[in-house]
RNA sequence: GGCCCCAUCGUCUAGUUAGGUCUAGGACAUCGGAUUUUCAUUCCGGUAACAGGGGUUCAAAUCCCCUUGGGGUCACCA
């Protein structure tokens, strides 16, 4: 039996960061088992704009390098993949039921079986369908279509049957259909509920294993009923926990992110993202991108590898020990049996820790590739492709080291790339540093002369240089470098201050000392 | 409320199927310390959990029951 497993994305213009994790494990079953992935769009309910709307869903797939077998786009055996173009399927199905006397037709008033649902539960009694419209005659109820009345079309629920699933997930589940009221599988229109298009679907598409959200529990039994009833074999049924919001069991949900954004447990994430997205021109208070979608890493300068793994360990484990795993690696291992029952929260921290990994692990020259993006979109460079841009970058990259665990990070080192006058500075840190000290400017304006004279303007001359500077004066070094960083920076701390002068080069290096100096002199003043 | 699901450190989890090797392991976070004359990294170390109650058993985190708590879902949405 060759493994066919679907994801069925509703086109809703983003990509959940939990349904990224369902469609992974159902990637994953599929190619751990050298099946086939399916991507299957149900926009029943959907009019125009699938296209603008299914967009942003392709494209995480495709940034986090998950490709499908047969789908929107590659299309395959089993075309139309879209829903909304299956309608004859279904109607070929109901009129199957129909046919079989598995479903009726039900003339009943929404509003009556809307007040029945009421009574019953006002009486603390369960509710089951009235079936009023199944005494009907042959010829009534043909009486009834002539006149136009509206119907829906509703399963005939074995009511002395037990539906019971092995879930790969859950174990054992059952339910009994008794307690069952009789679900509508066309509306009045006559067109298919999500419950009746999904199993003709999963059986035409002849997918083996539905791998979806424990959410999905409560829809199983009137599957599996649907599956019965058309007469087809069932599917494995995998019923993974969805994905919770950080320190909670609930379910993570895009409307509730202001809510995140005063969870500590976001603070980090929010904190990087904000100040990532701010220099990209896009308004990281705007609720259009947040860290419920996928998109938002991409955004933010993440790797696939350090989304998809902290994904991955999102309520499945290898074993007691690991935590990394590629792509392929994740493959070769990933069971559902070893997917785990309870909700699991989202852990902002430990997603940037996986992230950091594999940031240590990318070659220089993909994290040249990565980082010039984000420096063109900011505006710090101007051509991405120009030899002398590249090489600068190149360098930057190389003297921030484990500082840039997302390609964003790189604005940390912007002044690298800011025009001297645009250098902002850290006022609090240069009050201290330079603007209070008696000294420091003093200090400063000698130095600035050893600098302008000094040979070889590199790392290691300069380093013996200051060290000797500050024995010479007799002051500490901890007077002398910060109040350096301070003035060629604008920042209190960062890469290695012998190297960022090297980079920065001595007429950048004098320059932003001299307009320091008369910073510091007119604060003073003031 | 009905139905269904879940329950180990703050978080993600190992251990539960085949009860003993678990004085409960790892990772993230956190707190200390070392290295780095900053920051980051790295390295060492610390704090920290079997929801509660009953059984079964020589022995229970593991099996059974109850309680409590959390969650999902109850549409002519998907």
Known sequence: MTVR?????????????????????????????????????????????????LGPILDAFRWLG?????????????????QSQRRSLYDAALQQLLDAGKAYRDFEAPEDTQSQREAAE???????????????????????????????????????????????????????????????????????????ATVVDDAALEITHVIRAEEHLPNTPIQVLLHRALGYKTPEWAHIPYVASPGSKEKMSKRKIDKYRTNPQFQKLFELGDQVLS?????????????????????????????????????????DQAEFFTLSEMVQKFTLERVIKSAAGLDPDKMLNFQAHWMSELPAEEKLAGCLPFLKKAGLIDDENDAATRARVASVIDLAADRIRVFGDIFQLDEFFVADERLKMDD?????????????????????????VVTDFTATPLHDLLQGFAGEKQVKVGDVFPALRLCVTGKAQGADLFRSLELLGRDCVLGRIDRAIGLAESQRAG
């Open 5 to 53: 497993t679907r994801f069925a994305p509703s086109p809703t213009g983003y990509m959940h960061i939990g349904g990224m994790r369902t469609a992974l494990f159902c990637w994953l079953w599929a190619r751990h088992n050298r099946g086939q992935f399916i991507l299957r769009i149900d926009d029943t309910d959907q009019q125009r704009n699938v296209d603008a709307a």
């Open 66 to 82: 998950l490709d499908w077998d047969e789908g929107p786009e590659v299309g395959g055996p089993h075309a139309p993949y879209f």
């Open 122 to 196: 006002k009486e603390k009694r369960v509710y089951v369908s009235s079936r009023a419209s199944l005494v009907l005659s042959q010829e009534e109820t043909a009486k009834l279509m002539a006149e136009g009345r509206p119907f829906v079309v509703r399963l005939l629920v074995p009511r002395t049957d037990k539906v019971v699933i092995d879930d790969h997930v859950r174990g054992q589940v059952e339910w009994d259909c008794s307690l069952m009221p009789d679900p509508v599988v066309a509306r009045s229109d006559g067109s298919p509920l999500y419950n009746f």
């Open 279 to 319: 220099r990209v021109g896009i308004d990281p208070g705007s609720d259009a991108l947040s860290p419920v979608m996928v998109a938002y890493y991409q955004q933010v300068g993440f790797l696939p590898a350090g989304v998809l793994n902290a994904l991955v360990r999102l309520g499945w484990s290898l074993d």
């Open 428 to 452: 609090k840190n240069f009050q201290k540093r330079v603007v209070k000290p008696e000294a420091a400017v003093d200090l400063l304006r000698d130095l600035r002369k050893r600098l302008e």
